[in-house]
């Protein structure tokens, strides 16, 4: 069950797939605050979803407006982009999870989304196919897109403390972990 509202602002990243914006939603919903997720700041609102990208200026406007004044979550990677939409963060929880689970959840989610769009034959077969190879190479060290290696680049430049977590483990305790963090800081 929900508590009251706190001003607790967190952000929470990782690879996609790794649970980012699942853990976003149930924190968000057990603090009582909004939820942010940064793949509708990123893209355009087209059809099919996820192929323009907004310019940066405007990203952080739409980031801005769905925080609010009071605390948020912001799910998603701001790595090169963003990181004045959480200048004010309080904690930066840290998702990993295995590659083969990652590829297997997005196929899931894909389905779900677009169903025989992505499937040989459909409009979104090669957007399909291009991003799951995208999303296959976040652990390749050689990698530049998002990326392991960028990822805790960035966390190491970070001032607020970061809470790593394992995207396998329940949602549920990963929520628990996420609220002792913030007791444990007096967030």
């Known amino acids: 069950m929900p508590g009251p509202a706190t001003e607790s602002r ?7 797939g790794s649970g980012v914006s699942t853990l976003g ?17 990123f893209w355009m609102p087209t059809n099919p979803r996820f192929t323009t990208k907004r310019p940066v200026s405007e990203r952080l406007d ?15 990677s701001l ?15 840290f998702l990993s999870a295995p590659k083969r689970q990652r590829i297997e ?13 992505i499937e040989p034959g459909g409009d979104m077969e090669w957007i399909h196919k291009e991003f799951l190879a995208w ?10 897109g998002r990326s392991r290696v960028m990822h805790e680049t960035w966390l190491m430049e970070q001032t607020v403390p970061v809470l790593r977590l394992q ?11 996420v609220r ?8």
């Open 10 to 16: 967190i952000h929470i990243t990782g690879a996609s």
């Open 25 to 41: 939603q149930a924190v968000a919903a057990a603090l009582c605050v909004p939820f942010v997720d940064t793949d509708d700041a």
């Open 62 to 76: 739409v980031l801005a407006q769905a925080q609010g004044p009071g605390g948020w979550v912001v799910a998603g």
């Open 79 to 93: 790595c090169g982009w963003g990181d004045r939409a959480i200048a004010t963060a309080d904690l930066i929880v």
């Open 105 to 117: 959840r997005l196929r899931r989610r894909e389905r779900a989304w677009f169903g025989a769009r």
């Open 135 to 144: 999303a296959a190479q976040y652990d390749d060290r050689h990698f530049t």
């Open 167 to 177: 995207g396998t483990d329940d949602v549920a305790d990963l929520v628990a972990e």
């Open 180 to 187: 002792a963090r913030l007791v444990e800081n007096d967030l």
